[in-house]
T-cell receptor, first 112, second 113 residues
């Protein structure tokens, strides 16, 4: 595929469960970003990677959130012990370097 | 810290009318500015970007935006709106070192036939 692929598209989980959200960036893109978008708001930065190195995780709201990109390609955002306030659209984006970001269609997470 | 304000939550225009969506930013250095569009169920698509140089930038789908440093603004314009332009539009500023984007809260555009 030509674009950033995210899975699942929709995830409903019960409070207290762990979830893992997957992002498959555009092939060859060095940088990968995670954003979270609440309803009626713009996306907010969570974290980003260059290759496999996590460069900045200042946007992760607390230690229940973590991300990895072990081989410098696919990335996983994990939320442990989910809470209702974690419900949002989670967006991944990738970039070849010094270029604008290409966003995926997002994963809609609902915590019940 | 940088911030972006989109003062209009919702705008309605008739098809064929002109459009201007407002964006104001706060950033200490020369900003990198972007406009993205989000259609239902879709990802964010880049419309245009400003890095430096000519303050009037052209984008895809007939959109343009003008950077005005004195007003800290980067308003998006289109001379004649099409029904397919109905979507949510986001302005964003990039912080240079970390390449993070800070987005505004978006403007929802409705196009009347």
């Amino acid at each position: 595929g030509a674009g950033v692929s995210q899975s699942p598209r929709y995830k409903v989980t019960k409070r207290g469960q762990d979830v893992a959200l997957r992002c498959d960036p555009i092939s060859g893109h060095v940088s990968l970003y995670w954003y979270r978008q609440a309803l009626g708001q713009g996306p907010e930065f969570l974290t980003y990677f260059n290759y496999e190195a996590q460069q900045d995780k200042s946007g992760l709201p607390n230690d229940r959130f973590s991300a990895e990109r072990p081989e410098g390609s696919i990335s996983t955002l994990t939320i442990q012990r989910t809470e209702q306030r974690d419900s949002a659209m989670y967006r991944c984006a990738s970039s070849p370097g010094n270029s604008p970001l290409h966003f995926g269609n997002g994963t809609r997470l609902t915590v019940t | 810290a940088q911030s972006v304000t989109q003062p209009d939550i919702h705008i309605t225009v008739s098809e064929g009318a002109s459009l201007e969506l407002r964006c104001n930013y706060s950033y200490g250095a020369t900003p990198y500015l972007f406009w993205y569009v989000q259609s239902p169920g879709q990802g964010l698509q880049l419309l245009l970007k400003y890095f430096s140089g000519d303050t009037l930038v052209q984008g895809i789908k007939g959109f343009e935006a003008e950077f005005k440093r004195s007003q800290s603004s980067f308003n998006l314009r289109k001379p004649s709106v099409h029904w397919s332009d109905a979507a949510e539009y986001f302005c964003a500023v990039e912080s240079g070192s970390a390449r993070q984007l800070t987005f505004g809260s978006g403007t929802q555009l409705t196009v009347l036939p």
